[in-house]
């Protein structure tokens, strides 16, 4: 419910002629023996997604719920394979239903974009390893880890990485294109409070803006997520959309 908070709370500051609401369904769903908490929903979910999707006419900046939401996204933009997904995220989302501590698709929606994980939830259009780039990242899993060594998934740390470095990290997949999540629990406690999975010692929401106009200056917008705005309470959404809302004009410049 606080995921729904979040998202709404954007929606409002956002023009209503430039944006689309998607509809979820309202009931938890089953996992239908798999693992994965509330597939049927998340099934769904993606479905109306696509659907959204392929009406649009320029590159679209999806927002709302977890991290799950970048799985329709990305396989739409990504489709024709010419994309590098830039992962700005705390955790790198790269489990599975059988690695996962939880159950939650939002940590292991990266995994499933590499065409793994269970079949009903694995891209259509799956990334090559050498297509991703995960920055930001402090937390992960064993499993996980095997992941990034066995893949040999770029990654730059919140303290090692430049704007220069992450230009040169997406150029080396050799796309034209990049698609852009953010979880905004990538970003430094101090400069947001409204994240379910706060990790210290983040991204400040500064360079978190600077980099995008970087990226951005060098390569063509493909897409974009924003997700994980999960604040206390609707009134207390208020502290943290002037934040939100300065990445968002950045990716919509």
């Not at 200056?217 to 943290?240: H, K, M, Q, Y």
């Amino acid at each position: 419910m606080r995921l729904i908070d979040g998202a709404d709370a954007i929606r409002g500051d956002l023009p209503s002629t430039a944006t689309v609401r998607v509809e979820v369904p309202v009931e938890a769903g089953e996992s239908l023996d798999t693992g994965v908490h509330r597939l049927s929903s998340l099934l769904a979910v993606r479905e109306h997604q696509l659907a959204a999707l392929r009406e649009a006419t320029s590159p679209v900046i999806t927002i709302g719920g977890g991290c799950a939401v970048a799985l329709g996204s990305v396989e739409y933009a990504a489709a024709d394979g010419d994309v590098c997904v830039l992962w700005i995220d705390a955790h790198t989302d790269l489990n599975d239903a059988v690695s996962s501590p939880s159950g939650s698709f939002d940590g292991m929606v990266l995994r499933s974009l590499l065409g793994e994980g269970i079949p009903e939830l694995a891209s259509t259009a799956p990334l090559d390893p050498s297509q991703v780039v995960i920055l930001g990242a402090r937390s992960m899993d064993d499993a996980e880890q095997v992941v990034i060594e066995e893949r040999s998934i770029r990654m730059l740390s919140v303290d090692d990485w430049t704007p220069e470095s992450v230009i040169e990290a997406v150029s080396a997949s050799g796309a034209s294109k990049v698609f852009i999540h953010i979880d905004l629990d990538v970003l430094d406690p101090a400069d947001i409070a409204g994240t379910s999975w706060a990790e210290p010692f983040g991204l400040p929401a500064a360079h978190l803006v600077d980099l995008i106009g970087a990226v951005r200056g060098s390569f063509e917008l493909a897409g974009a997520t924003i997700c994980g705005f999960a604040p206390s309470s609707p009134e207390r959404a208020v502290d943290d959309l002037p934040t939100i809302l300065r990445i968002i004009g950045a990716l919509a410049r």
